[in-house]
């Protein structure tokens, strides 16, 4: 009876209580502190080098998360957060993990003070809800131009590698690329529509708005055409080579004539694909598996251009492009299943050669063509245009814009300490905390861009008492308080209301654990 009783495996670790919630906020507040001075405009970047060497520069909050290889369950859920925000609206995974470190911070403190966490949870909860009316007050009554959404674009994109000048010309391709999807296709917009392909060897002014889809491929032949003008184009999925019998069989030849028989009826069968696709009145060919070096000369005789090997992904946005249908056979291949193009070309960069598929006659795809000095400026330009581009669309379709540059924070914390005073008990605590733990926020911008946090934080309290709108602006290399709406500094409302809303889950969530079973 006094022997005692194992109920989990041998070698489990388990960590209770306060213990528990210390390790969990310490891991959280040690991820967030990871991507602090990243934010903002005149935010650092990190170098990542893994374990085979490669290096990856970026102040991408998502992508120097997913790149440090975090393994504790607690920080993990931060990563998760950087994540949710980039997956959702493309942005503000910087001010998502930040917040959820200050609002564990807070947490902290408030355990230190014998809050018990079920009333933290309460509070920061309620403020959630009141900074979410806070941001949709802050909205602007603005009309979303071509002019408004190149701000929102440009301040996505502002401090990421692009330069303040390259900003302004990347901000109007992207603005132009994704209201090009959005007119031809009805209002609707699908992602995959806007591509994104880099090359090295120029500078990122360079940069230019392809109206269609460009690949890294060659033709299946040096003796295809290198350009063709109003074509008709075939995406196909089924290899253009000689059929092979399913079963394990052997043919026994005794003569020469069955030789040639046997020959004649190969060739014969790799000629009809050639044959058909003329017949179909095709002119280009987009296939997804290989094409036999055969079959490339008769398409080379004919006058078709052809590209073997295509990714999927790319055979899918030439579909859409174009018009065309995906099949899986030549039988009967007609007009009707396939696309059409105002020209597809081959150009030389460098020691490469891209192929430009141009004009798309059904649905609209455009490519954003970067170009750079580096393998890492391409890299970080590429992860700048990709945010500037769903920032944009978020503006569009997910409620509007908000001053940026800490103004809207500002806002949030000043509605939530005029809130709290109405609450009752120990919750209200934890409310006023939230509000501390949002204007933690401006104060890193400030620190960031070169001011002193404390006096920022001071002056920027009082400007938005009189008069409703303060923010961090950075001119030069220094930084000052002003209006972000006078300077062009303008966010997607979305942006602000996912990291609100995804924070507040983690932070919560982690501190309502108070038992840690971990298995050997």
Excluded: W
């Amino acid at each position: 009876m006094q022997q005692p009783m194992y109920i989990l495996a041998e070698g489990s670790q388990r960590t209770r209580g306060r213990s528990a919630q210390d390790s969990n906020i310490r891991a959280g507040k040690a991820v967030a502190e990871a991507v602090r001075t990243t934010l903002g405009p005149r935010g650092m970047d990190k170098m990542l080098v893994d374990s085979s060497g490669e290096v990856v520069i970026t102040n991408d909050g998502a992508t120097i998360l997913e790149k440090m290889d975090i393994e504790h369950p607690a920080a993990q859920m931060i990563v998760e957060v950087s994540q949710t925000q980039e997956e959702e609206v493309g942005d503000g995974t910087t001010t998502a993990a930040v917040l959820t470190g200050e609002l564990l911070a807070h947490a902290e403190d408030l355990l230190d003070d014998d809050l018990h966490p079920t009333v933290i949870v309460e509070g920061y909860t309620e403020a959630a809800a009141i900074a979410q009316d806070a941001i949709d007050e802050s909205v602007l009554d603005a009309e979303l131009d071509d002019d408004l959404l190149q701000k929102v674009a440009e301040s996505s994109m502002t401090g990421k590698g692009t330069g303040d000048v390259t900003a302004d010309v990347l901000a109007k391709h992207v603005v132009k690329g994704v209201r090009m999807v959005h007119e031809d296709n009805d209002g609707a917009f699908d992602r995959d529509n806007v591509r994104v392909l880099t090359r090295t060897g120029a500078s990122s002014s360079a940069t230019e708005l392809v109206g269609g889809v460009v690949l890294d491929k060659d033709p299946a032949s040096d003796n295809m055409p290198r350009s063709v003008e109003d074509a008709a184009v075939a995406v196909l999925d089924v290899k253009l080579d000689v059929r092979k019998s399913e079963m394990d069989t052997e043919y026994n030849i005794t003569s020469v004539d069955q030789l040639t028989a046997a020959i004649d009826a190969e060739d014969a069968e790799l000629r009809g694909y050639a044959k058909s696709l003329k017949e179909a009145g095709v002119d280009v060919v987009f296939c997804t598996k290989s094409i036999d070096d055969r079959v490339a000369g008769y398409l080379a005789d004919a006058g078709i251009l052809a590209f073997e090997s295509v990714k999927k992904s790319d055979a899918r946005a030439i579909a859409r492009a174009t018009g065309a249908k995906r099949l899986g056979s030549l039988e009967d291949i007609d007009e009707y299943d396939l696309g059409h193009v105002d020209s597809v070309s081959l150009r030389a960069f460098g020691d490469d050669e891209l192929t430009f598929v141009e004009g798309g006659a059904a649905a609209k795809a455009v490519t954003l063509f970067l170009r750079g000095g580096t393998e890492h400026v391409v890299d970080e330009l590429e992860r700048a245009i990709n945010d500037a581009v769903d920032v944009v669309v978020a503006a569009i379709d997910k409620g509007g814009v908000v001053p940026g540059a800490g103004a809207t924070e500002i806002a949030i914390a000043d509605r939530i300490r005029s809130k709290a005073a109405g609450i009752e008990g120990r919750k209200q605590l934890a409310v006023e905390a939230y509000a501390d733990a949002v204007e933690a926020l401006p104060r890193i911008l400030a620190e960031n861009t070169g001011l002193d946090p404390i006096d920022a934080l001071v002056d920027l309290r009082a400007r938005y008492e009189n008069e409703g709108i303060a923010g961090i602006i950075s001119t030069g290399r220094a930084g000052e308080i002003g209006d972000p709406v006078e300077y062009g500094v303008i966010d997607p409302a979305a942006v602000k209301r996912e990291a609100i809303e995804s924070a507040t889950e983690a932070a919560t969530m982690i501190v309502r654990i108070d038992d840690v079973i971990a298995a050997e």
